[in-house]
Structures are given as structure tokens and as C-alpha cells.
């Protein structure tokens, strides 16, 4: 029998796991992501994500397990989504069951993403739940692809 992937509305608890995933050297090598301290992790999850009601945002749970998260955010007129789940639930499928539960709850469209170009299994998620490429940017150092999904899955 198959891991069983949920959602669930973030709970304080999964705060603690969620920064012990984004401390992950592969993973932030992955995202090129800036790792942060404990504290200004807690207060952007408490401020900016939870504190604020346009951004949608949910814990992915694997048979119980919080495995990682969801989250889509207003930037300008553009609504970005964003995920990041623990290196223990790679490449077994949880991301792709979680991403196309997570598009059945967040219905704005066009929703976009902008992962690190040199993130293949990211940009890859994407395109087989619909996103395309429009291109690519650059945040200073590094290219992001830029992708977007037009329609409902």
C-alpha cells in the first residue's frame, strides 16, 4: 500500500520542521536558497506567511508525518506558489501528489513560479502539473526559470 499524501492548515509545531528542512545543505544548494537563523525564520513563518490572509498556505503530511509545505503569495499582480519539502521525502512521489492537491485548493490562475534554473526535479514537478515556461530571470546571481500555469488542472 502507497504513502498516504494530505494537506492541512499549518500548525505552530510544524514550525520547528520546517526550518530544520530549509537548514539542509543539499536543499539550499537545490533552491538556491539563503538558509536563515532560527529566530527570523520563526517571525517570517508567524508575520509574513501565517500572519498574512492572502497568503495560502498549507503543511504537506505523509502518513501523519509533516513532510513539507505549499504556500502561494500576491507579488504585485502576479500569485507565486512556493514549496519546499524534507529530503527524506524526495523523489518518492509526495511532491507530486501534494502539488496536484495543493492546485485543487488554490484556484487563482495565473499562478506562477520562478525556481532555480539548475533545480531540474523542481521545474520538472511544475511542467507535469501544467506550468510552461515564459522564461527566465535573473535575481543577481543566479537564473530562475520563470513558469506559469494559464488554467485549472
Not at 33 to 39: K, L
Not at 47 to 70: C, F, M, S, W, Y
Not at 125 to 130: N, P, S, V, W, Y
Request: net charge negative.
Amino acid at each position: 500500500m502507497g504513502e498516504i499524501v494530505q494537506l492541512r492548515d499549518v500548525e505552530l509545531a510544524d514550525l520547528d520542521l520546517f526550518f530544520e528542512y530549509e537548514q539542509d545543505p543539499e536543499a539550499l544548494r537545490r533552491s538556491r536558497f539563503a538558509a536563515r537563523d532560527r529566530e527570523p525564520f520563526i517571525a517570517h513563518w508567524k508575520n509574513t506567511i501565517l500572519g498574512d490572509p492572502a497568503v495560502l498556505v498549507r503543511t504537506v503530511v505523509v502518513d501523519g508525518e509533516p513532510a513539507g509545505n505549499l504556500v502561494s503569495w500576491w507579488k504585485g499582480d502576479r500569485r507565486y506558489l512556493g514549496y519546499w519539502f524534507g529530503r527524506k521525502y524526495w523523489g518518492r512521489g509526495v511532491a507530486t501528489e501534494a502539488l496536484a492537491l495543493y492546485l485543487g485548493v488554490e484556484t487563482t490562475r495565473p499562478l506562477w513560479a520562478d525556481p532555480f534554473a539548475g533545480n531540474a526535479g523542481s521545474v520538472k514537478l511544475l511542467e507535469k502539473h501544467g506550468f510552461r515556461r515564459t522564461g527566465s530571470d535573473w535575481d543577481g546571481e543566479d537564473e530562475h526559470i520563470v513558469l506559469v500555469l494559464d488554467t485549472r488542472n
